[in-house]
Structure formats: structure tokens, C-alpha cells
């Protein structure tokens, strides 16, 4: 009989790779806590139509938009594993207004950003969402406010997401590192499943909501145009699922500023800024459309940017064009 493969688990990783290279003070709980509170969202995720949990809470987020109960169970989720890790000082999160400091003066303290459940729309018909996460270390001896959570992406010390689709992947990113954990439902564990991860060279995906066309300006349609005269579409409208197609097997995702929202529709600091880092560190880029995503200095928490995102030759292309080049 065949012996079951042993694939290396997600803290088995950690504890050998992070060690070699000098990782850690406390970022390994960090990262095991939105592991723990991503098999949890899966469960939810997974049973929400028999538990009569899908649809809106009636209630509107900061963002204006209708609540999906799930993103609001997602959010405590996350609140609760990262608060018990021990090593977060701060969380910033898409469905809380203001920044929750947990311990402002954590030694070897983390701050968070996230959004906790991406791709609400998607949910009630049982298309694949996402959790996305940005890790910034707070400085030795600083005591963490409010304005600690505006630190610009470049400053990133890991950043992850998870996708909850035909299976649950974990994405976790540190410094020229990007590696894949794939749910085992039976054991509730992560295990390597993509290790090594790069955006390949090859680029045979577009990712836009062509349906925006009409409200582009004329050289960002014809950066679009560009795109769709040379790569097949293929677009979920949930950022993660794009993102983590286009990051396995070559693509970009463009979601750029248009007449209506001038400043982008996606959120700089937990989305833009940890899949940006993700990108970058698997071989991509990732713009605004007028500059690299992580060089942009936060002013607000919850404040939106345009995003071109993925193999890096193609969006620097994009990017050129939509700047007249
Ligand atoms: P549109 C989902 O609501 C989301 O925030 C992202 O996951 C997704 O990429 C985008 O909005 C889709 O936006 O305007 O194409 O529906």
C-alpha cells in the first residue's frame, strides 16, 4: 500500500526555514494565529448556506458597503487569534473604523492590516473569497497609536493572504520568499504545497472589469485595449482569486483609477499594500498607475488607490501607457 507523503506543515516551515534565516521574535505566532483564524473562516465559510449565515447584517461598514454576516464573523475571527498570539500590538481592519491597539507596547510587537474577508459579493454564490494580511514590526520601544498603522508598504516585514476556493490556500510572503500552504480539511493543518512560488515570466492573463471601459480616461483605455488585444480575460471580481491565478500561472490585475473614482477603487493598506509585497517578492510589481504602491505614504486608514498588479514587465508596460508613453 502507498505510503501517504509527508509534506512539510506550515509550523514545521516556519521553525526551520525562519530560523535559518534569523526570523521570528514572535512573527511566527503572528502567522499561526491567521493560519488558525483561516481554518476557522474556512469552517464558516464552508457551512454558511446550511447555517443560514450568508447575506447581509443589515448593518454598513466603513466602507458604505452592506455587511455580509460572514465578513463580520471573519473580523472577530481574526481579531481573536492575532490578539492571542501575543505579538500584535495593533490591527487595522477593513470592517472596524479605527485602529485596534491590543498592546501598544508589545515587545517584539506587530501591527496588522487586513481585510478579513475579501470579495463579500462573491459569497452568496459560493464563489472563491479571500483573506489578505500586511505585517509591519513596530519599532523597539515605541508605544503604538493610531498614526503607528500608517507606515508605508515598503516597510513590510511579511505579508500574506488566503484564498478559500476550490481548496484553502495560504500565500505567506517574508523577504524574497513566497510559499503556498494548501488546507488538509481532515487534520485542520497547513502543508507546502507551493513552495518557491515566482510569477512567471510567461503572461497569458488579463484581469480587469472591462465593464468600466466607458468611464476611462483615453490613454488608460488604451492601456486596457493593449491588454486585451494581447492576453485572454479572466476576471472573478474577488481581488484574491484574480491575484493568486495571475501569481501561479502569469497575469496582471488592473483595477485603475477611473472618471468615477479618481483615487481607485481597492484599499491601500490591506489590500493593495500586502499583495503588492507578496508580488514584488515573487518576481512582480505593483503600481498605482503613477508610482510603486508600497513607496505611497498612508494618510487614512480605510483610503483607496487605483492598482496594477503582477508580472512585472507587463505592468510596467501598462503603466507607461497610461502615462501617455
Ligand atoms: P468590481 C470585491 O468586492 C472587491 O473589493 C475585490 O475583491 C474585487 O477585485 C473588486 O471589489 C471587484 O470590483 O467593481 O469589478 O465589482
Redesign the pocket.
Known amino acids: 500500500m502507498a505510503v501517504a507523503q509527508h509534506r512539510t506543515t506550515l509550523q514545521e516551515y516556519i521553525t526551520s526555514e525562519w530560523r535559518a534565516n534569523g526570523l521570528n521574535r514572535g512573527l511566527d505566532a503572528v502567522i499561526m494565529a491567521i493560519a488558525e483564524g483561516s481554518r476557522r473562516v474556512q469552517l464558516q465559510v464552508q457551512q454558511a448556506a446550511l447555517a443560514d449565515a450568508l447575506g447581509a447584517t443589515g448593518e454598513t461598514n466603513v466602507q458604505g458597503e452592506i455587511v455580509q454576516r460572514l465578513d463580520a464573523a471573519s473580523s472577530e475571527i481574526f481579531v481573536e487569534t492575532l490578539t492571542g498570539s501575543g505579538h500584535v500590538a495593533a490591527i487595522g481592519c477593513e470592517e472596524i473604523e479605527d485602529p485596534v491597539i491590543i498592546d501598544a507596547d508589545a515587545a517584539d510587537g506587530y501591527i496588522v492590516l487586513m481585510d478579513p474577508l ?4 462573491n459569497i452568496d454564490v459560493a464563489v472563491s473569497i479571500g483573506s489578505i494580511f500586511g505585517i509591519w514590526r513596530k519599532d523597539p520601544g515605541e508605544v503604538v497609536t493610531d498614526e503607528s498603522l500608517l507606515r508605508p508598504g515598503n516597510q513590510q516585514v511579511a505579508a500574506a493572504y488566503v484564498v478559500y476556493g476550490s481548496s484553502t490556500v495560504l500565500v505567506l510572503a517574508t523577504e524574497d520568499s513566497v510559499c503556498g500552504f494548501t488546507l488538509d480539511p481532515e487534520t485542520g493543518t497547513f502543508a507546502v504545497t507551493h513552495p518557491n512560488i515566482r510569477i512567471p515570466d510567461d503572461c497569458p492573463y488579463y484581469s480587469t ?1 472591462e465593464g ?1 471601459n466607458k468611464v476611462l480616461d483615453e490613454a488608460t483605455r488604451k492601456a486596457i485595449g493593449l491588454l486585451r488585444d494581447q492576453y485572454s480575460q479572466r476576471y472573478v ?4 482569486a ?1 491575484f493568486h491565478r495571475n501569481l501561479l500561472k502569469g497575469g496582471i490585475f488592473a ?1 485603475p483609477a477611473d472618471l468615477n473614482r479618481k483615487e481607485g ?2 484599499r491601500l493598506m490591506y489590500e493593495a499594500n500586502p499583495l503588492g509585497y507578496v508580488a514584488e517578492q515573487a518576481g512582480g510589481a505593483a503600481s498605482t498607475g503613477y508610482g510603486r504602491i508600497m513607496d505611497v505614504v498612508p494618510e487614512k486608514l480605510h483610503q483607496r488607490t487605483p492598482l496594477i498588479l503582477g508580472n512585472k514587465d507587463v505592468v510596467e508596460a501598462t503603466v507607461s501607457v497610461i502615462n501617455g508613453g
Open positions: 475579501d470579495g463579500s459579493s472589469n468600466n471580481g474577488s481581488l484574491v484574480d483595477y477603487r481597492l
